[in-house]
């Protein structure tokens, strides 16, 4: 079955302490990006990969870090967690044709916070 | 840099009547792609329809269609046949060259009896 997973999906965490949340897709997509969900504000993109070791900042980078180490996994990692990074978060997958995306799958999401 | 706007924050609508949802967007560029993204209270995004800019016909899929007026950079959701099923946040989103997909505030739709 086509999909993306995340993990965990639900995480309650400290100020301070380093975390990491797991992405995976089995399609084959080049491009692979998470989004934090607000009350208010929709979906903001944090960081986005368009292939391996090619990764790029959104739009609210700020405290966040990524890697694309192999094609399947992009993985987000919160350093130093802070309160305002108490979020759901989303990760997102799809391919590219030429310069446009193609529709983007999204894994279940992952609710965090940060006390 | 490009902005999707849901000016709509709730709406409501009786099951079997029919509801418009409106987005509208800003680019400057003439090849994009629009989508409506559906998040029921399991938080899953589900993708409800795609259009493409460069196509003149408006995307249906089942009781779901678009109207999309390029000019007036427009991108209306319209829901036909309401059903309980159909209640939760909608969100209009945005993807051009950038290579970046940008989401409206979401509107939430409420179906009642």
């Known amino acids: 079955e086509a999909q993306v997973t995340q993990n965990p999906r639900y995480l309650i965490t400290v100020t301070g302490k380093k975390l990491t949340v797991t992405c995976s897709q089995n399609?084959?997509?080049?491009?692979m990006s998470w989004y934090r969900q607000d009350p208010g504000l929709g979906l903001r993109q944090i960081y986005y990969?368009?292939?391996?070791?090619?990764?790029d900042k959104g739009d609210v980078p700020e405290g966040y870090k990524v890697s694309r180490k192999e094609k399947r996994n992009f993985p987000l990692i919160l350093e130093s967690p802070s309160p305002n990074q108490t979020s759901l978060y989303f990760c997102?997958?799809?391919?590219?044709?030429?310069?446009?995306?193609?529709?983007?799958?999204f894994g279940p999401g992952t609710r965090l916070l940060v006390l | 840099a490009q902005t999707v706007t849901q000016s709509q924050p709730e709406m409501s609508v009786q099951e079997a009547e029919t509801v418009t949802l409106s987005c509208t967007y800003d680019?400057?560029?003439?090849?994009?792609?629009l989508f409506w993204y559906k998040q029921p209270p399991s938080r899953q995004m589900i993708l409800v329809i795609r259009?493409?800019?460069?196509?003149?016909q408006n995307a249906t899929e089942n009781r779901f269609s678009v109207n999309f007026q390029k000019a007036a950079k427009s991108f209306s959701l319209k829901i036909s046949d309401s059903q309980l099923g159909d209640a939760a946040m909608y969100f209009c989103?945005?993807?051009?060259?950038?290579?970046?997909?940008?989401f409206g505030t979401g509107t939430r739709l409420q179906v009642t009896l």
């Open positions: 399609m084959n997509h080049e491009y």
């Open positions: 259009q493409e800019a460069y196509k003149q």
């Open positions: 680019t400057s560029e003439s090849d994009y792609y």
């Open positions: 990969s368009m292939n391996v070791e090619v990764t």
């Open positions: 997102a997958s799809n391919h590219l044709v030429g310069a446009f995306q193609e529709t983007q799958y």
């Open positions: 989103a945005y993807t051009g060259t950038a290579s970046k997909l940008t």
